[in-house]
Nanobody, 124 residues
Framework: QVQLVESGGGLVQAGGSLRLSCAAS????????MGWFRQAPGKEREFVLA????????VYADSVKGRFTFSRDNAKNTVYLEMNSLKPEDTAVYYC?????????????????WGQGTQVTVSS
C-alpha cells in the first residue's frame, strides 16, 4: 500500500502563496487517483480537488477554483497543491488522499489512503 506525507504548510499573509507537497512511498502515485481535502477548526473535512488516475480529469471546489492548482512530479513520486491569493478562510489542515479506483471524486469515503496533514494558516 502507499504511504503519504504532506509538507509545505505554514503561516502566510492574505494574498500570499504556498505550495504543499504530498510525497508517496511504497507504491507509485501514478497508479492512484488523488485528492486534496482540508479541515478547518470546528468544521468537517471538505473537498478541495480531485484528479483521476489518468492525470487528465481534474475537478476543483468552487471555493478554490482559479487560485489553487494541482501538479505532479512522477520522478519524485510527489504531487503538489499550489495555492495562490490565499484568504483567511483557507486556514485549515490540508490532507492528500489516494484511491486505486479510477476517480475518487469529492467524497472522503472514496479514498483509502491519507496523509497526516499539514497546517496552513492565513492571517488577515
Amino acid at each position: 500500500q502507499v504511504q503519504l506525507v504532506e509538507s509545505g504548510g505554514g503561516l502566510v499573509q492574505a494574498g500570499g502563496s504556498l505550495r504543499l507537497s504530498c510525497a508517496a512511498s511504497g507504491r507509485t502515485l501514478s497508479a492512484y487517483a488523488m485528492g486534496w481535502f482540508r479541515q478547518a477548526p470546528g468544521k468537517e473535512r471538505e473537498f478541495v480537488l480531485a484528479i483521476d488516475r489518468s492525470g487528465v480529469g481534474i475537478v476543483y471546489a468552487d471555493s478554490v477554483k482559479g487560485r489553487f492548482t494541482f501538479s505532479r512530479d512522477n520522478a519524485k513520486n510527489t504531487v503538489y497543491l499550489e495555492m495562490n491569493s490565499l484568504k483567511p478562510e483557507d486556514t485549515a489542515v490540508y490532507y492528500c488522499a489516494a484511491t486505486r479506483t479510477m476517480y475518487g471524486g469529492t467524497r472522503i469515503r472514496n479514498y483509502d489512503y491519507w496523509g497526516q496533514g499539514t497546517q496552513v494558516t492565513v492571517s488577515s
